[in-house]
């Protein structure tokens, strides 16, 4: 399969590229960065469908890593500086159809499990939002001995029976077209995120301010769409989830219209011990004013399982 360099919009002034690492990966290159002590016990940070990893705050970042941890985010391949395939993107109804995907989520999965290897980190504390929680139960499936607790928002088990969007934001999702240029591209995150975001706590500038970096890094959409095509591929893991030993917290925004809340629940009732905390006027997005809260949410599991404190596992 052919890949190419990330597809750069323009010159790339949004970020700190002197922070950007590379890891050779499966035959790509995924971009990473890191914050705080690497001696410390590790959270990987897996972010979701076509959303780059600055999407993960830099305060929350700070504030996991001024706790005591190796923090760690990435770009997962197709988005942002990692490598981006040089494939057509699938037609949504071959995607509907799951016929041959580009890429499986296992591949992505074992995109972050390679990134693990190329920093020397032999497990780690893994967080998973929207796909990037697919992304996490699948890692936590295939290599449970290199993962020391889930923290798992706003997605789901892969059941179409669960966690599905209503269906005006299915026609939102189907009907986008590419944005010609910057401006266009932020405005159009505002649209979408109006429909998925978090009614209570919508912050139009801080989206569009999220939406012009993205843009800048890497605008890509035809890659958001081969993303697409892997999550729609995905199987259904309840069954398997029984089988998730290690710690789990499962987080969803009870107004959440593109992965309904069902998608958390079926998660903490499928792995044994889980727990659910339901977050009231939150919707599909990390909204500046839960930050911290989702930040504590996070540490008291970790810092239990770091601590050695029994929990509902022990």
């Known amino acids: 399969m052919t890949t190419t360099e990330p597809a750069s919009s323009q010159a790339d002034n949004s970020d700190d ?15 990473y960065e890191t914050f705080g002590d690497p001696t410390r016990p590790a959270i990987l940070l ?38 981006h395939f040089d494939v057509p993107a699938p037609s949504l ?17 074992h995109d972050a499990l390679g990134l693990l290897d190329h920093l020397e980190v032999r497990n780690a504390h893994v967080v998973g939002a929207s796909m990037g929680g697919f992304i996490s139960q699948t890692l936590a499936l295939a290599q449970p001995e290199r993962i020391l607790s889930l923290s798992l928002v706003m997605t789901s088990t892969g059941s179409r029976r669960v966690g599905q969007a209503s269906p005006k934001v299915l026609h939102r999702m189907a009907t986008r077209t590419p944005a010609p240029t910057r401006e266009a591209a932020a405005e159009e995150s505002v ?28 605008y890509d959409p035809a890659g958001t769409q081969r993303q697409l095509a892997a999550i729609l591929a995905q199987p259904n893991r309840t069954r398997d989830l029984r ?25 903490a009732k499928a792995i044994p011990g889980a727990t659910f905390i339901g977050h009231s006027g939150m919707g599909h997005d990390l909204p500046r004013t839960l930050w911290r809260t989702l ?20």
């Open 17 to 31: 590229r002197s922070r950007i690492r590379y890891a050779p990966v499966n035959g790509i290159d995924v971009a």
């Open 46 to 83: 897996v972010m979701g469908l076509g959303t780059q990893m600055i999407a993960w705050p830099d305060d929350m970042c700070a504030l996991l890593a001024d706790a005591g941890h190796h923090v760690i985010r990435f770009d997962n391949r197709d988005v942002g500086l990692s490598t």
């Open 93 to 109: 109804r071959d995607m509907l159809l799951r016929r041959d995907p580009p890429y499986t989520v296992h591949d992505m999965a």
């Open 191 to 218: 649209q979408t995120y109006r429909l998925i975001g978090s009614p209570a706590h919508l912050d139009e500038d801080l989206v569009r301010d999220l939406a012009g970096r993205a843009y800048d890094r890497a």
């Open 243 to 267: 089988r998730i030993a290690v710690p789990t917290l499962v987080v969803h925004g009870l107004d959440d219209p593109l992965v309904a809340p069902t998608g958390g629940l079926a998660i």
């Open 295 to 314: 930040a504590a949410d996070i540490l008291s599991l970790v810092d239990r399982v770091d601590l050695g404190t029994p929990g509902p596992h022990a």
